[in-house]
């Protein structure tokens, strides 16, 4: 079992940044990549970034030049910098593993609790 715990979610004006953490506890020696997905109301869930325990990384056309995704092996964390906040990025964010390959999710995947990300105008 691997538990994992987002934060760092909030309310920002356009423009602005933040930066989610994603911890992640158990049995994690064996995951390899971790990503951040997002959903938005009435939106399919979305996956922006994906990082390889090597640090190989990916990102979604929507949110490159604007967001960098890290890891830090050695505590287990994750983390999305958000900057240059736009309102289409306003949406629950989830911390997922494995992730095995961009933009797939299978049963038995984990999951975060989410953390609600708001970009006003």
């Known amino acids: 079992q691997v538990h994992l715990v987002e934060s760092g979610g909030g309310l920002v004006q356009a423009g602005g940044s933040l930066r989610l953490s994603c911890a992640a506890s158990g049995s994690t020696s064996g995951i390899d990549a971790i990503g951040w997905f997002r959903q938005a109301p009435e939106k399919q869930r979305e996956q922006v970034a994906l990082?390889?325990?090597?640090?190989?990384?990916t990102y979604a056309d929507s949110v490159k030049g604007r967001f960098t995704i890290s890891r830090d092996n050695a505590k287990n964390m994750v983390f999305l910098q958000m900057n240059s906040l736009k309102p289409e990025d306003t949406a629950v964010y989830y911390c997922h593993a494995p992730a095995a390959s961009w933009g797939t999710y299978f049963k038995g995947d984990f999951w975060g609790q989410g953390t609600q990300v708001t970009v006003s105008s």
């Open positions: 990082i390889t325990r090597s640090g190989e990384i």
